[in-house]
C-alpha cells in the first residue's frame, strides 16, 4: 500500500470518474486504475462499483476510503510540523470564496500576501456557500473566505472584520432623494435580489423581513452584484450591497448609494476551516493579512 494509490483511491472517489481522477492527478487513466487495482489486491476486496456511473465506493471502500484520508492527512501534516518548528509558514492551502467577497476583497490582499510568503501556494476557487460547504466536506477545499454565521459546525469560523450594506438605488426611484434609508421604506417590488444560493440573498431577505417567495416586479436570477447594479442603473430599482463593493464603483455609481438606519445592517466576514486542517501557521498568516489590509484601506466611514 502506498501514499500514491491512496490518493488515486481518494480522486476516483470524489469525482465519481477514473478519467476525471486522472486528470486531476496529472496521470493517464490507465496508471491510475492500475494502482487502485493493486490496491484492492493487496487488500483483498473491492474497494469501487465501477458498474455504478458515477462511481462509488463499495461498503468495505468508504469503510478505507475514510481510514485513508486520516493517513494522507497525519502524512500531509508531518512537512507542515517541520516547516512551523523552524517557524516557517510553507504548504499549500485551497481557498474558496464567495462571489460577492472574491472581486472586491482579493485584489487587495493576493499579492501582498504572496510577497510576505512566498513559500505558501494559495490556490483559490470563487464558489457559493452551499457549494464551498459541499468541497471542505469532499476534502476538495482546506478553508473558505465567507460570511460568518453561514458555516455548519464541523468547520470553524475565525472572525476577520465586520461589512455594512448599503443600498444602491435608481435615480428614478422616489427614494433616490434620500441620504439615509430605512428598511421598511423600500417597497419590495423595487428589491432586486441575487440568485438562491448566494448568503447575501438570505441575509438581505432576513434584514427587510420578505420571504423566499415573495414576489417580484423582476423574475431575474444573477450571481453578480455588478449584474444586479446595471439593472438598478437603468431601471427605477434598487438592490443592497457590501461596504467592500463601494471603492471600486464610479463616481457617478457612488452617489447611488445611501446609507441603511439600522444597526444590524451589516455582516461578519469570517475565513471557515476544516476542523481536520491543520496548518494553523499558514490560517494565522492569511487571516493577519486581511485584517491588516482592511484596516489599512479604512476610515471612520468606512473603506477606501
Known amino acids: 500500500m502506498t501514499i500514491i494509490q491512496l490518493e488515486y483511491l ?3 472517489a470524489s469525482c465519481g470518474s477514473f478519467s476525471k481522477a486522472s486528470e486531476l492527478c496529472f496521470v493517464t487513466q490507465p496508471s ?3 494502482q487502485i487495482k493493486n490496491l484492492e489486491e493487496e487488500l483483498g476486496v473491492i474497494l469501487l462499483d465501477r458498474t455504478k456511473k458515477p462511481v462509488v465506493p463499495t461498503q468495505v471502500g468508504a469503510i478505507v476510503i475514510e481510514k485513508a484520508k486520516e493517513a494522507l492527512l497525519a502524512y500531509n501534516n508531518v512537512r507542515e510540523c517541520v516547516e ?3 517557524g516557517s509558514v510553507a504548504g499549500k492551502i485551497r481557498l474558496g470564496v464567495i462571489p460577492t467577497i472574491a472581486p472586491y476583497l482579493l485584489p487587495r490582499v493576493v499579492q501582498v500576501f504572496a510577497d510576505k510568503y512566498p513559500k505558501v501556494e494559495l490556490e483559490i476557487r470563487e464558489m457559493t456557500t452551499p457549494e464551498i460547504i459541499k468541497a471542505i466536506d469532499k476534502d476538495e ?3 473558505a473566505i465567507l460570511a460568518g454565521g453561514t458555516c455548519p459546525d464541523r ?7 465586520d461589512d455594512r450594506f448599503y443600498a444602491y438605488v435608481s435615480p ?3 427614494l433616490f432623494a434620500r441620504t439615509n434609508l430605512r428598511i421598511e421604506d423600500i417597497a419590495h ?3 432586486l435580489l441575487l440568485a438562491e444560493g448566494h448568503c447575501l440573498r438570505d441575509q438581505v431577505l432576513e434584514l427587510c423581513g420578505l420571504n423566499q417567495k415573495q414576489e417580484h416586479s423582476y423574475s431575474f436570477q444573477s450571481g453578480s452584484l455588478e449584474t444586479l447594479m446595471r439593472i438598478v442603473d437603468s431601471t427605477d430599482k434598487i438592490t443592497v450591497i457590501p461596504e467592500m463593493a463601494i471603492p471600486y464603483l464610479s463616481e457617478s455609481a457612488q452617489s447611488r448609494v445611501k446609507t441603511l438606519a439600522r444597526g444590524a445592517a451589516s455582516r461578519k466576514i469570517v475565513i471557515g476551516v476544516r476542523r481536520t486542517y491543520a496548518k494553523e501557521s499558514i490560517v494565522n498568516a492569511l487571516r493577519d493579512t486581511i485584517v491588516e489590509e482592511v484596516k ?3 476610515t471612520p466611514n468606512g473603506w477606501i
Open 10 to 12: 481518494l480522486a476516483v
Open 32 to 34: 491510475l486504475s492500475m
Open 84 to 86: 512551523e518548528l523552524r
Open 141 to 143: 477545499l482546506d478553508a
Open 155 to 161: 468547520i470553524t469560523e475565525h472572525e476577520l472584520f
Open 172 to 174: 428614478d426611484n422616489p
Open 189 to 191: 417590488k423595487d428589491l
Open 296 to 298: 489599512k484601506n479604512s
